[in-house]
């Protein structure tokens, strides 16, 4: 009880702030007095048009990109995929260890596997 009347007390303190927070420059009417000197906003001119690579090469960085996505979306599920098989087996055979450990031999094989190819798709830095 005392939790929820904390956090609701929080999001009350919080949520009185933000008005106050909104108009902490003290010009309620949008007109600022005379003589008030503040800085102006600073301008910056467009980026040259130099700056912007070219639309091709985003476009195919993109399908990549997302192609390795799925991908690796879809190893990852191969990956779990495979541990809830192996979650069943054992359930199932828990009691036969030969079986177990001819099993588990090529779920290592398997899962080493799989691991490798989701390594290789991970983007790292120095690609």
């Known amino acids: 009880m005392t939790k929820t009347?904390?956090?609701?007390?929080?999001?009350a303190v919080l949520l009185?702030?933000?008005p106050l927070a909104a108009s902490a420059d003290?010009?309620?009417d949008g007109a600022r007095p005379d003589g008030?000197?503040?800085?102006e906003?600073?301008?910056?001119p467009a980026p040259p048009p130099a700056a912007y690579p070219g639309r091709l090469r985003d476009a195919r960085e993109w399908r990549e990109r997302r192609s390795r996505e799925?991908?690796?979306?879809?190893?990852?599920?191969?990956?779990?995929?495979?541990?809830?098989?192996?979650?069943?087996?054992?359930a199932e055979n828990r009691?036969?260890?030969?079986?177990l450990r001819r099993y588990d031999r090529g779920y290592a094989a398997?899962?080493?596997e799989l691991e490798r190819r989701y390594h290789e798709l991970q983007i790292v830095a120095w690609r």
Do not use: C, I, N
């Open 70 to 90: 799925r991908e690796l979306a879809e190893v990852t599920a191969q990956l779990r995929e495979l541990d809830a098989q192996r979650d069943r087996f054992h």
């Open 36 to 39: 008030w000197s503040g800085p």
């Open 26 to 28: 003290g010009w309620h």
């Open 16 to 18: 009185s702030s933000v």
């Open 41 to 44: 906003a600073p301008t910056y």
């Open 95 to 99: 009691y036969r260890p030969g079986k």
């Open 5 to 11: 009347l904390s956090r609701l007390a929080v999001a």
């Open 110 to 112: 398997r899962r080493a």
